[in-house]
């Protein structure tokens, strides 16, 4: 067996691993990995290596600093800005890096979101867990919805609870419970922000499994919400940061991992050999050779991996649908943009005439992140509800922007920066029915192939760290099983 591999890998002996994704669930997957093998005593250290095609580590995230003179910057962030606190695998992975003297909640400042409907701002409801109601006072009072919505919802405690656990839609899901108008008015708009998402395509079991256990465990939805905010510790925050950014955590896993991290590698095909191992060819001409090999880019990417060597798999990759998203960062001065007072961020209503999905102000979301004198709003464009502002070109972006927030807050003022960041075929659309693809997917792999990342089970960074322990648990137990003699 020979190969020529890039510099600065070792080629003379096959790998224990190789990660094809240098993005957060690549990083994690090693991490995770090197870790069980030492805990497990597995004696001489692996040959692992971590494989990113550009020259950062990351992926989406990507922090980004503008400067504005006087020493006066922002810290602008290119994909997420934040974890849940309620799903812990980020936050605990951050503590063990020793990040957590800069761990940030967020500021307190605001705490109201509302909905633009294409006339007006309305708050959105307080009391809720997603948009679902704690109690029927939340429910009336919502200005989100019509009477005639009130009353159906009202009943949702009342609505038989179906039994099973055969996937469906968001959308469809909460309909049954809530009624149409309650899903557009109230969810939707949330939902399509965080998602990105057309939430009546959305798979249930796969992005908000949670909601079933819910209506399990409680019999109702909105009873599932009353507990749910009872069991929330009072004044604590739902999101944390990192002080500095979050690509802090992308940083620490990478000094970390540095002797087995290569950026500027770019990988083209992985085929299966005669003997068992795996060949992980190079745009240069080089290849390299592995037991295993975990794929964590996006299926798209993932499907010319294996275009050459197995074009039935590569289909299967393909066939994952996927959207172009970006967000625009606009800087104002603080006196020529006045906003109400509590306000956190603006969802947008489906049918309102805007480019943007959402907006957020991020210099009232966490400390630090733009001079006292400004406010710093991030607008969210793209997506599958909105899919032909991604299309849009910079300077249509720009002009287009300040005019819906200018619509929406009812001023002219003009930003002093925009900066926009575009993510092209990286925001996965967990369809109906998408966990079952994977897993037939998976039956199909080359033995020694294994999945990571946001594309297949793990919609957000939490949900990939923890996909990345898992990974890497299977990895050690497939090998055992195929060689129960080894350590």
Known sequence: MSSNAPDGLEHEKAYD??????????????????????????????????????????????????????????????????????????????????????????????????????????????????????????????????????????????????????????????????????????????????????????????????????????GSLMKGAKAALENQRAGASAFVSLRYGMSGLIDALGVRLSRHVHTNVHVVSVEPQADGMLAVHMRDGSCMFAQRVVVTTPAPGAAK?????????????????????????????????????????????????????ALTVTSRKFEGRSPDSTILLRAFFGGARRPDAAALSGDELRGAVPKDIARIFGVSAQPKHCQIFRHSETAPQYTVGHLDRVADLEKELPAGVFLAGSAYRAPGIPACIADAKSTARSMHQWLFEKNPSSP
């Open 305 to 357: 991996l294996f275009h050459r060597s197995l074009p039935h798999l590569a289909s299967r990759f393909a066939s994952f649908p996927y959207c172009d998203t970006g967000s625009v960062y606009a800087l104002y001065d603080q006196e020529a943009l006045r906003l109400p007072e509590n306000t956190y961020g603006v969802l947008m209503r489906r049918d309102a005439p805007t480019v943007l999905n």
């Open 17 to 218: 691993l190789l990660v094809i994704g240098g993005g957060v669930g690549g990083l994690s997957t090693l991490y995770y990995w090197l870790k069980a093998h030492d805990e497990k005593g597995l004696g001489n250290p692996p040959r692992a290596a971590l494989l990113e095609k550009a020259g950062v580590l990351g992926g989406k995230i990507q922090t980004h600093r503008l400067p504005l003179g006087n020493g006066d910057q922002c810290l602008l962030e290119a994909g997420p800005d934040s974890v849940l606190v309620k799903k812990p695998d980020a936050l605990h992975l951050m503590q063990e890096l020793g990040l957590g003297d800069q761990l940030i909640q967020t500021s307190g400042q605001a705490k109201e979101l509302s909905v633009y409907d294409g006339k007006e701002i309305k708050q959105f409801p307080k009391q809720c867990i997603l948009g679902i109601p704690a109690s029927p006072d939340a429910l009336q009072l919502s200005e989100l919805l019509s009477d005639n919505a009130k009353a159906i919802a009202a009943l949702e405690p009342l609505a038989q609870t179906e039994a099973g656990d055969s996937d469906i839609s968001v959308g469809a899901f909460l309909e049954n419970r809530f009624g149409k108008e309650f899903v557009d008015a109230q969810v939707e708009p949330l939902l399509a922000g965080i998602f990105s998402a057309d939430i009546y395509e959305q798979s249930l079991n796969t992005t908000l499994p949670e909601l079933r256990l819910m209506l399990e465990k409680h």
